[in-house]
């Protein structure tokens, strides 16, 4: 029996050293490191915030990052405009007779243009008349039909011109009776 008491008090001895030690680990506490996700979520992660924030207000131009071109700088020439003569033709279609009364005004590229429009106009006369003397009443209905209408002219001035010299063709006056 003695060989047992010996080996518990073996194992007491062992307990308690056990113990003292935990009591010893525990009196000074031990040094941790910050874990990689703390160190991610407290310090990368606001501190790149941060930075994209900053570079977001420095390239809006509230802190000077954006300058600001001068106004007289952008000088627009006047648009030029060139009155073509008033057109009156007959529509195509059934009885009855449909006419269709035109004035519109070209406004052309600059004012070097406008010769060159006047050298074309009979051609663009020509290719006005033809064009809009096959159209039926139905073909000038709504905002289709004027858009395909305005198109249309722009495409037979270019066949004129030879070169594009007029950027749109404006209504003054259209009415189809």
């Known amino acids: 029996m003695p060989s047992e008491r010996v080996g518990?008090?073996?194992m007491a001895a062992i307990d308690a050293d056990m113990q003292d030690d935990?009591?010893?680990?525990?009196?000074?506490?031990?040094?941790?490191?910050?874990?990689?996700?703390?160190?991610?979520?407290?310090?990368a992660l606001p501190l790149l915030l941060l930075i994209g924030?900053?570079?977001?207000?420095?390239?809006?131009?509230?802190?000077?990052?954006?300058?600001?071109?001068?106004?007289?700088?952008?000088?627009?020439?006047?648009?030029?405009?060139?009155?073509?003569?008033?057109?009156?033709?007959?529509l195509s279609g059934p009885p009855p007779q449909h006419y269709l009364k035109m004035r519109v005004a070209l406004q052309v590229r600059d004012?070097?243009?406008v010769a060159l429009v006047d050298g074309a106009m009979p051609r663009i006369l020509d290719g006005f008349q033809t064009f809009l003397r096959e159209l039926r009443p139905e073909d000038l209905e709504g905002s289709q039909g004027m858009l395909n209408l305005r198109e249309e002219l722009m495409r037979r001035i270019e066949l004129a011109t030879q070169e594009p010299v007029v950027k749109d063709v404006?209504?003054?006056?259209?009415?189809?009776q």
């Open 170 to 176: 404006l209504f003054k006056e259209i009415i189809v």
């Open 8 to 10: 518990r008090d073996d």
């Open 111 to 113: 004012k070097e243009a």
């Open 53 to 90: 924030a900053g570079a977001g207000i420095y390239m809006s131009g509230i802190f000077g990052g954006a300058e600001e071109e001068p106004v007289a700088a952008k000088v627009v020439a006047p648009p030029v405009y060139y009155d073509m003569p008033d057109f009156l033709v007959n």
């Open 22 to 43: 935990d009591a010893v680990g525990t009196a000074t506490p031990a040094k941790r490191r910050l874990a990689g996700k703390v160190l991610v979520l407290y310090i």
